[in-house]
């Protein structure tokens, strides 16, 4: 075989073998590069005869003293089963990694091995697995084990995903279109945007943010975002009107009260549903009334929860959301993360991925994220390949304690 390394793929040529390809994936599209502004960067790719036939986005961060680590997530893109090609690139790459004092090449490959429904955990992993753990062992790669908890890898080993169908909405469980029909009572409607959005979603993050105790992203770097994937970046915010919901609640209560007082005394079974109703209704316009004081009495709409989601190729990241905590009986997310999968699929993504889970399943995470029926993928993880061969076991350890760093 003639194989030829490049060490920097042209963009559009590099973007169309990735989205044409099996692994295709955001995390290793060019743009990407741009995205990890703190990370130095190549765009790697083979030539087979002049063919266009692996890439590989290499992040690069600096270590103390000078040294390196080299970084693929989900990648490289290529056939892995083709011993020569896997062969050939990691050994171009790693004549590179040691002139920029490379200490190890870390890399996640989007090799699923094991695929199933949230409802029916296994352990079970396909046949092929073992292939490829031969065939990275005889790189020399390190595999870190089958993980299974998110801070053990810098991306997830099991994200819950929702593949394309007909009808998203049947599939979903019956508890969620009933949650689903809350937001729908209470007038929640979902608009879609792009940067102009990016304020109010910036808002809902920095109040998970802090209901959370978390570090997420701030609006800079969501314009970044906005601004590298002009054509497949996209914001959902679901949206209220206080001052509508409570007018019509007392528009309801006027009329139901109406209706009891035209009620003859012996309609018992009549009576006894309009009472329950006018319960209901006070209920309603105690909620609301409140929240307008709160808020404000304006005729307006609030953003309450929000989703930024990236289309590249035929797949499509959730990548962050938010929600106003004080609207959780809006139900807003229910309704807007089924929108995110109608807008994904009307694309012609195969699938919406909601993000990493723990692989033992019993986070909160993977039980909100149950609400949507999804498939769980399990990646085969991660692999360092020793670069520098005496520092690289000392460089593990130093790895670990700036391990929250790194994935920065």
């Not at 099996?22 to 743009?31: P, V």
């Not at 009808?167 to 019956?174: A, G, N, R, S």
């Not at 709160?294 to 005729?299: A, C, I, Q, R």
């Not at 990493?356 to 019993?362: A, C, F, K, N, S």
């Amino acid at each position: 075989m003639s194989y030829r390394f490049e060490l920097n793929v042209e963009k559009d040529e590099f973007n169309q073998f990735v989205e044409n390809h099996e692994y295709c994936n955001l995390l290793q599209s060019y743009q990407w590069a741009n995205v990890k502004q703190n990370w130095d960067h190549y765009h790697t790719g083979v030539y087979e005869n002049g063919t266009l036939v692996a890439t590989g986005l290499v992040l690069i961060k600096v270590l103390p003293m000078n040294f390196t680590m080299f970084y693929l997530p989900r990648g490289p893109i290529m056939d892995y089963k083709n011993e020569e090609l896997l062969q050939f690139y990691f050994k171009e790459l790693k004549k590179v990694a040691k002139k920029r004092h490379c200490l190890f090449i870390k890399f996640d490959p989007a090799i699923h091995v094991n695929d199933y429904k949230s409802s029916e955990y296994n352990t079970s992993r396909y046949e092929d697995c073992s292939f490829y753990l031969e065939e990275f062992k005889r790189l020399g790669a390190k595999h870190h084990g089958f993980t299974m908890k998110i801070e053990d890898t810098i991306q997830p080993r099991f994200q819950s995903n929702v593949y394309a169908c007909q009808d998203i909405e049947q599939m979903l469980p019956k508890h969620t279109r009933r949650l689903i029909k809350d937001a729908d009572k209470r007038n929640v409607k979902i608009i879609e945007g792009k940067k102009e959005c990016l304020d109010e979603f910036s808002r809902l993050v920095s109040l998970t943010e802090e209901r959370k105790q978390v570090s997420l992203r701030n609006k800079d770097y969501f314009t970044l975002l906005m601004d590298e994937y002009p054509e497949g970046g996209v914001i959902f915010l679901a949206q209220c009107n206080l001052y509508q919901l409570s007018k019509e609640a007392h528009r309801k209560y006027d009329e139901t009260k109406k209706e009891i007082e035209n009620t003859p005394e012996n309609a018992k079974k009549k009576l006894r549903r309009l009472n329950e109703q006018i319960q209901s209704i006070e209920k309603d316009i105690k909620e609301f009334d409140e929240m307008l004081a709160e808020f404000s009495d304006k005729d307006q709409d609030v953003s309450i929860a929000g989703i930024l989601s990236i289309q590249f190729g035929n797949t499509c990241e959730m990548l962050y959301a938010g929600m106003d905590e004080r609207f959780k009986k809006f139900m807003p997310q229910y309704k807007e993360y089924v929108e995110n999968f109608k807008w994904a699929f009307d694309r012609g993504c195969i699938y919406s991925n909601m993000g990493g889970v723990e692989g033992t399943l019993d986070d909160g995470l993977t039980k909100f994220k149950d609400n949507f029926n999804p498939t769980i993928n399990e990646f085969i993880g991660e692999f360092d390949l020793p670069v520098n061969k005496l520092l690289f076991k000392i460089s593990l350890k130093a790895y670990e304690k700036m391990k929250k760093r790194i994935k920065s």
